[in-house]
């Protein structure tokens, strides 16, 4: 061993060990956290770390920046093999890949290069991206620009060296059987013949410059928002965005718990150590906050804030809390924030996540639409943090907007979210014979199916319509079923977003209660929120039960001829259909509203909305919101009645009883004529007279 | 301070009632129940001036069967101290006698302060406080909606109908408290889960004779729908007309 491959291997050893005690730091800041099951279901997890990561389904959703990081994410799967080669010759001179077939080295060969050359041209676009087009995403959230550009200049000196270090060993000995590089093989031309002494010098040069850039940028990682070329893969691997189980299913909090005095987070060992390496992992790429409907009304809310501010805090607070007070001056090196006094430790102790990194306004702005978690590459479920942060607001400090204090005891004390006699829930129904549970049970029938009306459904003069309208296509179609009248309360959704899980539980449990005494099997809602909540997330109290929304009801029944129209075909018309979140990206409904229209109303166009699909537009509603003013930026529901609008339908068609409210007020205030439906009500209007 | 702060047990104002068979109570089935909504203020005033003023009591009471412990506990995990239940086996009609059992009750109880809601939603007498300040000996002021102590002495606002009134006053007293006072606060899980670990003392209610029972109680006449004559300015003319031809305001 020659005396340079000694130092070699020892910079390596040290890079080495730098490394892991930096990953062993990063790991043991995982133990203040909170536990979370996130094993089982490894083949659903496997899949998803193969799509989300290594085939970067979700990077690709964006047709500029995707495909760019791509190539470098690929190229850099495939310029690993070379690095550990490199590194390993360099310490053992004789270790090379050439006992593999030559077939085989020489494709190895190919791809290095072919690789090498794709990567830089992706390095020199994300360099133009950032320096010149400046993409609106990358900016605000107090962003660390320079941390990119270091990364982005290192990948581009890695590329150089080893195209350097590759050219070079091609000049000296044309016939090596690395002369497969293509690339390599033409920079090593105009090389041949220059001085040998002068050509080992650069190779040396070039040799170390790319061994010691390789363990720089793997040292610089656990500093840096790169950190997340390490974390991502685990991340997707125990991320639920993409199931295991049902999306959007928000975390079981066991309140019955013994010695429990803490519910929900007001900082981040309140927190599960999966939300901690939601911080760990944030990319800062900003996908998230560019589909925020809060955000993008000019409201404070950012998702990427909340998880950068995850991040921040745990690296303030977790080394006090594990001893270590060392990591305190390179906190105040590298963020240079505060005075001196600020970052004391008992200053950051008495600091918490909430309130000093992220206000009240900003958690009471989200309306829980999933359009972050549906975008994020890498995993993060920006609302486990947002709704914990509520819980703790809620049902620890009782602090929320004052608005909401009506809200939640109207649905304390009259089973839903208003303050309507709960006498009056079935009134609607009032000539249109429609059996109750109770009444069916007493004449010893029991229905098909469960017709659960929901509280807009009972209570709001418009959804009352939609009620209506449903159970008239039920009765046509001859189907056996029954609603449950004033025994049925509000399913606890608005309060379980807001953060009171308490009230949740207590509707839930009742409505559980109810369900079981009459053994309900399947349930049909028109409300996605009554869908979602009874289908996924009862189940967590012991409720479980087939829930149907309509839209995929009312479409089997008109697949199976069930529902008798009218002959006349309709009249022609332009409609564009409103994703409902609950629906749409929490339970992936998609095509049965948009089918059950087309089936309805055999001539109508379709026509889709820019934002569409499951990147559909919140309405404003969600996560309680309808109950809460909206007093900062433009009104949600307006930006998206003008999206909607833009399509120029004739017909708005909506599935749910929130959005309708919402995109009606918000056709209302543009002054346009343009009717908005629920989609039963599309099909009731055809039913034979 | 100390602070006692005497809280019913009223069902939701918002039911449709139905009169009990006896024909002299409410038909009890599936009525909701709560604190009545001006002792609610009246606990929220306590708990805020014992935060604000430092260390102090609130001690929260209730008269009534056992049921009424579930507003005592709501008062608990709202911050009260302490409860205590006047145990009876219905909330007697005659205010003297609940005036006679809460005045032995607080009598020697050492309080600073003694609040009321101004009137019991349902019952609606505004009778209880000033009897009870009555036996105690103490000034009373009534329907108060905003309310300064320092330094041993009360200063109270009283809206009246189309004045204000300040009244001044020594401690003890009694105060009752009527809207314009902070509305109580919702409680924390934290809070319920505390109270739970809160003493809630029951004693028997010295109730004493009756002077006052119930005779009735009747529901008030059934309202007619209201109609609708029409939209836009074309349905005037036959709104005035209804008016003076039928409704006959005009
Ligand atoms: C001008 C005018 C306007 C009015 N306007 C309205 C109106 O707008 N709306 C309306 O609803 N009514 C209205 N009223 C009704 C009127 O206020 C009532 O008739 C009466 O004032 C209230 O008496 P009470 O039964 O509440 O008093 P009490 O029954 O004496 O209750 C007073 C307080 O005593 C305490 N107390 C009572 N019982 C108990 C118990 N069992 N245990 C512990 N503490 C107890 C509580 O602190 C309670 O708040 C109006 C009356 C008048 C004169
Ligand atoms: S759930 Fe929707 S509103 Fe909430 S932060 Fe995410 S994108 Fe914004
Ligand atoms: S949370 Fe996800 S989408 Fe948002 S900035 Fe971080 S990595 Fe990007």
Redesign the pocket.
């Known amino acids: 061993m020659r005396i340079e491959n000694a130092v070699f291997l020892i910079v390596l050893l040290l890079a080495a060990g730098f490394f892991s005690y930096n990953v062993q730091r990063l790991l043991s800041y995982l133990s203040i956290a909170l536990p979370d099951d996130r094993g089982g279901h490894p083949l659903v997890r496997l899949k998803n770390v193969i799509t989300v990561a290594f085939l970067q389904k979700k990077i690709l959703r964006d047709p500029v920046a995707g495909p760019m990081h791509a190539l470098i994410f690929w190229g850099f799967c495939v310029l690993t093999a070379g690095t550990i080669e490199l590194l390993l010759h360099g310490s053992f001179p004789a270790f090379s890949y050439d006992f593999l077939p030559t077939s085989l080295y020489q494709f190895y060969s190919i791809s290095q290069d072919l690789f090498g050359a794709l990567v830089l041209g992706a390095v020199a676009f994300a360099f133009y991206r950032r320096l010149v087009l400046h993409p609106e995403r990358l900016e605000g959230d107090n962003l660390e620009h320079s941390d990119a550009l270091i990364i982005l200049g290192a990948i581009a000196g890695l590329m150089v060296t080893m195209f350097g270090v590759n050219a070079i060993e091609l000049a000296l000995d044309p016939e090596s059987i690395t002369r497969a590089k293509p690339l390599s093989f033409a920079l090593s031309m105009p090389l041949r013949g220059l001085p040998i002494g002068l050509l080992n010098g650069a190779h040396a040069v070039f040799w170390w410059a790319h061994a010691l850039l390789v363990l720089a940028f793997l040292n610089f990682l656990p500093y840096s928002k790169h950190l997340h070329i390490v974390s991502s893969i685990p991340n997707v691997y125990f991320s639920n965005s993409q199931g295991p189980g049902p999306k959007g299913v928000i975390r079981f909090l066991d309140l019955e718990a013994e010695n429990v005095e803490q519910f929900g987070a007001a900082d981040v060992d309140q927190m599960t150590w999966k939300d901690l390496l939601d911080g760990y992992t944030c990319t800062e790429c900003g996908r998230c906050t560019s589909v925020c409907p809060a955000h993008l009304t000019g409201k404070v809310l950012s998702p990427r804030k909340i998880i950068i501010d995850t991040r921040r805090r745990l690296m303030e607070k977790a080394p006090l809390l594990l001893g270590d007070y060392s990591e305190l001056a390179h906190h105040a090196l590298v963020h240079g924030e505060g005075d001196e006094g600020s970052t004391s430790a008992t200053a950051i102790l008495e600091h918490r996540l909430l309130d000093n990194f992220i206000t009240e306004e900003e958690l009471w702005q989200c309306t829980t639409c999933r359009a972050c978690i549906q975008e994020c590459p890498v995993g993060i479920e920006h609302l486990d943090h947002i709704v914990d942060m509520r819980r703790n607001l809620v049902l620890m400090e009782s602090r929320f907007p004052p608005e909401v204090l009506p809200t939640f005891e109207s649905m304390e004390r009259n089973g839903s979210p208003w303050a309507f006699r709960p006498d009056d829930r079935a009134k609607w129904a009032e000539g249109m014979d429609i059996p109750t549970m109770a009444e069916l049970v007493e004449r010893g029938e029991s229905p098909e199916i469960l017709f659960w009306v929901g509280c807009m459904g009972s209570f709001d003069d418009r959804s009352k319509k939609i009620s209506v309208a449903f159970a008239r296509i039920l009765q046509a179609a001859g189907v056996p079923f029954a609603i449950l009248g004033q025994e049925e309360t509000c399913n606890g959704d608005p309060a379980r977003r807001m953060g009171n899980e308490y009230l949740y539980q207590t509707l839930a449990k009742q409505n559980i209660e109810t369900l079981t005494r009459y053994d309900v099997k399947t349930i049909v809602t028109f409300c996605p929120h009554c869908f979602h909540q009874i289908g996924n997330e009862y189940p967590q109290l012991g409720g479980n039960y087939e829930v149907i929304h309509h839209s995929t009801y009312i479409e089997r029944l008109l697949e199976a001829g069930r529902v008798p129209f009218d002959t006349d075909a309709g009249k022609t018309l332009t409609m564009a259909y409103h994703d409902s979140c609950y629906l749409g990206r929490y339970n992936d409904v998609y095509d049965a509203p948009r089918e059950t229209l087309r089936r309805a109303l055999p001539i109508v166009t379709m026509v889709e909305p820019e934002r569409t699909r499951d990147r559909g537009m919140c309405c404003g509603a969600g996560g309680g919101r309808m109950f809460m003013e909206e007093t900062q930026g433009k009104r949600i529901n307006v930006e998206r009645a003008e999206q909607l609008l833009a399509t120029g339908a004739d017909m708005l068609a909506v599935a749910c009883p929130f959005c309708m409210t919402m995109i009606s007020d918000g056709v209302k205030a543009k002054d346009s004529e343009v009717p908005v439906f629920d989609i039963s009500e599309v099909v009731a209007s055809r039913l034979r007279a | 301070m100390k602070i006692a702060v005497?809280?019913?047990r009223v069902p939701d104002m918002e039911t449709r009632f139905r009169i009990a068979a006896s024909g002299t109570a409410v038909d009890e089935a599936g009525l909701k129940y709560d604190l009545?909504d001006?002792?609610g203020y009246?606990v929220e005033t306590a708990l805020q001036l014992n935060e604000k003023q430092g260390p102090g009591e609130t001690v929260v009471?209730?008269?009534?069967p056992d049921v009424v412990q579930e507003q005592l506990r709501k008062a608990l995990s709202m911050g009260a101290e302490r409860a205590v239940q006047?145990k009876a086996d219905r909330?007697p009609t005659d205010?003297l006698s609940?005036a006679r059992a809460?005045a032995a009750e607080l009598k020697d109880g050492g309080y600073d302060l003694i609040f009321?809601?101004?009137?019991?939603?349902d019952?609606?007498?505004?009778?209880?406080?000033p009897m009870v300040a009555e036996m105690l000996g103490l000034p009373c002021a009534t329907a108060v909606s905003s309310l300064d102590i320092s330094s041993g002495r009360g200063t109270a606002r009283r809206d009246l109908?189309g004045a204000a009134e300040i009244v001044d006053f020594a401690l003890p007293a009694v105060v009752?408290i009527d809207e314009g006072m902070p509305r109580a606060r919702y409680p924390s899980l934290k809070g319920i889960m505390a109270a739970k670990k809160k003493p809630l003392e029951v004693r028997a209610a010295q109730l004493g004779d009756e002077s006052l029972t119930l005779e009735k109680m009747e529901l008030p006449p059934e309202r007619a729908a209201g109609r609708i004559v029409g939209e836009g300015p074309g349905a005037v003319a036959e709104l005035v007309r209804l008016l003076h031809t039928e409704a006959k305001v005009l």
């Open positions: 005497c809280i019913k009545s001006f002792d009246a009471i209730s008269l009534g006047l909330v205010g609940i809460l009321f809601g101004r009137q019991a939603v019952s609606a007498n505004a009778t209880v406080g109908e009752t």
